[in-house]
């Protein structure tokens, strides 16, 4: 049987597939449905220093083939998780990662500082990416000089595992991802969503409460899979992808773009059993192909 | 417990234009559901129905192991879920949310307006277990738009309301002479259709005394708290209408009455 562990630099995975913050909650949503220990990893919810309400209702539109949100980064802060949800799911057997958020670099630092602490929480995500907070959130993650200070901000007080995700709202994600890279991210991911809209032609209102919102979903994965490997060509630092991954081979060709781990985001609203059928999938895909790792597929992209 | 299951349609009976109510086969022993349950039902075959679509459980048979979905047409997901035959699959993430609570007095008032009335089915079927006699206000714009009434008169007394006035009392369920008297017949109000016409009825329920049980029906991604997309302001915040809901006790809802 082939090999499904791969490495992200001191973080080791039992398999590629983990799941994208803001849409597997805190893992105990899933409970009922598949074993959370049987996954690489999950990403929890979005967390800041202070307590989040998020965004007003309504918060999503459902699009062509995926949907946009604008939850706007709704959580009960890091305290909360710490003394609320921690202890809930602390002895759940995989890697749970917690996606930090802020609105200036102290906010980071200190959020960083406190998840630190957490002996169960082996990495964090930086989130420099999200679309739907006025302020920080995609701003640090679309200026390289403001993606190098939160990253090399946060380096200095987080000692364990340390992704940075990255936003597709830019010209060139490349530089983004060499500047993170550089400031001492242990791996990046992406692509988080994509600035969106929808609007209502009969009230002639936008549909979101914040006119703007996040795309997500399998529309999105042309573009996704373009920048896993654009950014897995630039960067020495593994690459996590994801961005409307639904099925094993959609994550195979993150794969074979040069991801060495995939994350499923929206695609575990519609089958939340989706993630173990991704690992089986990729397990028969190695054996179908008489591969016996599947770190033999991380940019094994033919080309030319 | 949450469970993803398969079902099997049994029958799709057509009671109006716009809506039809699906009988689904359970392959096994139903689970144990709480009226104001819902279920998210995936969309096969529709071009751009992506995600799952919130339905009230609108009537369970525990004894056969089949419950009845109540789908108004309104866009493409329900119109191919309309579009059902007997022996095709259907996969339910069910039950989700938290239902309705047993009431203190018997005395019990169900309101439903338009394809609100799918939980109130299930709710008024529970009371009658239960030893109560529940009363129905059902109210729809037209006669045409009222649907499976003699199922609710199986269960209690059933009063209507419509727009036109082409069945029962003309205008809204707030119009309606039991809703006129000095002191009014029941308790407790169960409801579930428009905001504004549960608004009507909160606003009503807060000035007698009387509780008032709101469904919800905000748009959702997951159904089971995994997104945060369906929120409502509350007095303890936002919170999920798929989880802390669907169904809320209306003085809990920061909403302007």
């Not at chain 1, 993650?141 to 990255?166: D, E, F, Q, W």
């Not at chain 1, 500047?179 to 032609?201: K, Q, Y």
């Not at chain 2, 369970?60 to 879920?81: A, F, H, M, P, W």
């Amino acid at each position: 049987m082939g090999n499904l562990k791969v490495q992200l630099g001191e973080l080791s995975l039992s398999n590629p597939v983990m799941t994208a913050s803001g849409t597997f909650g805190y893992g105990e949503e899933y409970a009922d449905f598949i074993d959370i220990n049987a996954l690489g990893g999950i990403v929890v919810k979005g967390t800041t220093l202070h307590a989040r309400e998020g965004n007003a209702y309504p918060r999503m539109a459902e699009t062509p083939k995926g949907m946009l949100n604008a939850v706007g980064l709704q959580n009960k802060g890091v305290d909360g998780f710490i003394n609320d949800i921690y202890p809930r799911i602390k002895n759940f057997k995989t890697n749970i990662l917690v996606n930090v958020s802020g609105s200036t670099v102290e906010e980071y630092v200190e959020t960083a500082e406190k998840i630190n602490e957490l002996d169960a929480i082996p990495g964090i995500e930086l989130n420099i990416s999200c679309p739907n907070v006025k302020e920080g959130g995609m701003a640090f993650g679309t200026s390289c000089p403001s993606a190098i200070a939160v990253t090399n901000a946060v380096r200095k007080v987080y000692k364990k595992h340390l992704m940075v995700k990255l936003s597709p709202n830019v010209t060139d994600i490349t530089e983004i991802a060499k500047g993170v890279e550089g400031s001492g991210a242990d791996s990046v991911s992406l692509i988080n969503t994509l600035l969106g809209m929808a609007i209502d032609v009969n009230s002639r209102k936008p549909v979101l409460s914040t006119i703007t919102g996040g795309l997500s979903g399998p529309c999105v994965k042309p573009v996704a899979l373009r920048m896993v490997w654009q950014v897995s060509q630039a960067v020495n630092v593994p690459v996590v992808g994801m961005g409307g991954i639904a099925s094993a081979e959609d994550a195979i060709e993150f794969l074979l773009a040069g991801a060495s781990a995939i994350q499923i985001g929206t695609a575990n609203f519609i089958d939340p059993t989706i993630t173990i059928k991704v690992i089986n999938g990729i397990r028969e895909y190695l054996e179908r192909n008489q591969m016996d790792d599947v770190k033999q597929l991380t940019g094994a992209l033919i080309t030319g | 417990m949450k469970h993803i299951t398969d079902f099997t349609i049994i029958t799709n009976q057509r009671e109006t234009d716009e809506f039809v109510v699906l009988t689904l086969q359970h392959p096994g022993e139903l689970p144990s559901m709480v009226p104001g349950q819902f279920a998210e039902v995936r969309v096969d075959g529709a071009e751009n129905a992506f995600l799952r679509r919130p339905l009230s459980i609108h009537d369970v048979d525990y004894s056969n192991n089949t419950i009845k979905l109540l789908i108004q047409e309104v866009g493409e997901g329900t119109r191919v879920l309309a579009k059902l035959k007997s022996g095709d699959q259907l996969n339910l993430v069910y039950p989700l949310g938290t239902g309705y609570s047993l009431p203190k007095s018997n005395r019990v008032l169900l309101v439903g307006g338009g394809c609100g009335v799918a939980p109130l089915l299930f709710l008024g079927r529970h009371f009658v277990e239960n030893g109560i006699r529940p009363k129905f206000l059902i109210g729809g714009r037209t006669a045409a738009t009222l649907i499976r009434l003699d199922a609710y008169e199986q269960l209690g007394d059933v009063y209507v309301t419509t727009e036109d006035g082409s069945a029962g009392h003309k205008g809204f369920v707030i119009h309606h002479p039991i809703m006129k008297t000095e002191t009014p017949e029941f308790d407790h109000i169960y409801t579930c259709g428009p905001d504004a016409m549960m608004k009507v009825l909160a606003k009503y329920a807060g000035s007698r005394g009387i509780t008032c049980q709101v469904s919800l029906e905000n748009h959702m991604a997951c159904g089971f708290g995994a997104c945060l997309c369906c929120v409502t302001p509350t007095v303890d915040g936002h919170k999920c209408t798929c989880v802390d809901g669907p169904v809320f006790d209306s003085k809990y809802l920061k909403w302007e009455i």
